[in-house]
Every structure is written in structure tokens, then in C-alpha cells.
């Protein structure tokens, strides 16, 4: 049902998981345990999903808090369930039984935590919400509830590796137009004009280059491993309609 960042279980008065498929309620291309709210899922099924989740990390079910996910740069704080979701793609909190969580099917689930201070966060880092800023929000969200960065322990979750992310020209340009270093994430593709994108050495070197104090990489691939993860990627490679979300969450204890 789950998988756990080691770094992140050592700390104390913390409780997260980076959910996979197993264990839920939904069928079809959604089958196993598919939180998206915003898949075309039924909504009772996502409902019961994400009870499960929420009941696996020891809150309420209305406490397990995703936002509205653009893409965009953006934490938010969260003290209370809200009566309507924010449109952000990063939750952070301080308070004891609210459930910091992201959606994601392929894109970048970072979990954060300060266990001193004892604030925690979630980030949905696809590559636009890590070039655009979303990881530097979250810290920022954080060290306004009392997070020291140098503190922080970060999580990468499962989510497209290298050897599964190939990107066209244009995604190259963009890339490398930002930062000529950055052709270091981009690795040789069998198609010309083509390369193979590290979506999570890039995050982890924002995060580092970012001051946080403990990265870890679970090292797992969404793409890859269709019985634990929902991929984006691969449903559109088969041209499926749709395709169910993992969600990633923390809370504290």
C-alpha cells in the first residue's frame, strides 16, 4: 500500500507514505487505490481510497489535504481542512493531524520535514514546478512556521526516472536556455534531436542547491513498475482515457 523514505522514518513525532496502487477499491485503467480526485474515476471508489490512506497515517479523512494542482509555483499553509481547495502545488503545515499530501502519476512527490521545529511539507514537482519554484515556496511556506532549511530532510518519491523521460527538442531548448548546466540532467536518446531527461537529479539539485540538509531518493520508477505506480506517461502510450493518481503525504504525530 505504501513505500517509505528511510531518512524520513527515523525522525521522531512524523508519519508519512508515498502510496502506491495496491490496496484500493477502484477498477479498470484505475484499478487498486487511485486518489485523483480529479480523474474521471468514480468519486465514491476515490472517496474510500483515500479514507484508507488517511486512516494508514493516523488522521481523519477530511484531514488528508491535496490542493488544486496547476503546475504551478506555489505552498500553501494549511492549519484546518478547507471548505475549498486552493489552487497550489505544495501544502505545508505545523499543526498535529492535518496530512500534507500531493497527487501525482509520474510527476515529482517531495516530502519535507523539520522535526525540531516540527513543521512539514509536500510538493508536486513535475519539471515546471521545479524550474518554476515550487520546491523554493515550500521552504519559504516552512520557514515561516519555524523550519530551519539546513534542518529539513527531503524526500524524493516514486516518480519517471531517466531511463523512462525521454523530452523533444524544444523541452531540450527550454531546459538548457535556463541554465547551460543543465544539459548534465539530459542523457543520450535513440531518437536524433531527442534526450532522456533526469527529472529527479534535477529536483534533488535544486534541493541541495537550496540548502536543505538531507536528500533521499527512493529511486523508484512510475513509469516502470505498472503493478505498484499510476503513470501518466504510460497511459498515454496505450491511449488510455484516463489514469488514477498516487498521492504522497506527511503529518505530524
Known amino acids: 500500500m505504501k513505500v517509505e523514505s528511510a531518512a524520513l522514518s527515523a525522525l521522531p513525532g512524523i508519519r508519512h507514505a508515498f502510496f502506491t496502487r495496491e490496496g484500493g477499491v477502484s477498477e479498470g485503467i484505475y484499478a487498486g487505490l487511485n486518489g485523483g480526485t480529479g480523474s474521471r474515476d468514480d468519486q465514491t471508489l476515490v472517496a474510500e481510497n483515500r479514507a ?5 497515517l493516523g488522521v481523519p479523512a477530511g484531514h488528508l489535504l491535496t490542493a488544486w494542482q496547476i503546475h504551478s509555483p506555489d505552498c500553501v499553509v494549511v492549519d484546518r481542512p478547507w471548505d475549498e481547495r486552493p489552487k497550489a502545488d505544495a501544502v505545508a503545515t ?6 500534507a499530501a500531493v497527487s501525482i502519476a509520474d510527476c515529482g512527490p517531495v516530502l519535507f520535514a523539520d522535526p525540531e ?13 521545479a524550474v518554476g519554484g515550487v520546491l523554493d515556496a515550500t521552504l519559504a511556506r516552512m520557514e515561516e512556521l519555524g523550519a530551519r532549511r539546513e534542518r529539513i530532510v527531503a524526500a524524493i518519491g516514486p516518480l519517471i526516472r531517466q531511463e523512462s523521460y525521454e523530452v523533444g527538442p524544444d523541452f531540450i531548448d527550454t531546459l538548457t536556455g535556463l541554465d547551460a548546466r543543465n544539459d548534465r540532467f539530459l542523457a543520450a536518446s535513440e531518437r536524433r534531436n531527442h534526450a532522456m531527461f533526469d527529472l529527479p537529479g534535477y529536483i534533488a539539485a535544486r534541493l541541495s542547491g537550496l540548502g536543505v540538509g ?11 513498475d505498472e503493478a505498484r505506480f499510476f503513470s501518466y506517461r504510460r497511459a498515454t502510450h496505450r491511449g488510455e482515457p484516463d489514469y488514477g493518481r498516487l498521492v504522497a503525504a506527511i503529518t505530524l504525530v
Open 52 to 56: 484508507r490512506m488517511a486512516a494508514a
Open 94 to 99: 505545523a499543526t498535529v493531524g492535518i496530512a
Open 117 to 129: 521545529a516540527r513543521v512539514v511539507g509536500a510538493a508536486h514537482a513535475g519539471w515546471k514546478g
Open 214 to 224: 538531507t536528500i533521499d531518493d527512493l529511486g523508484l520508477d512510475t513509469y516502470a
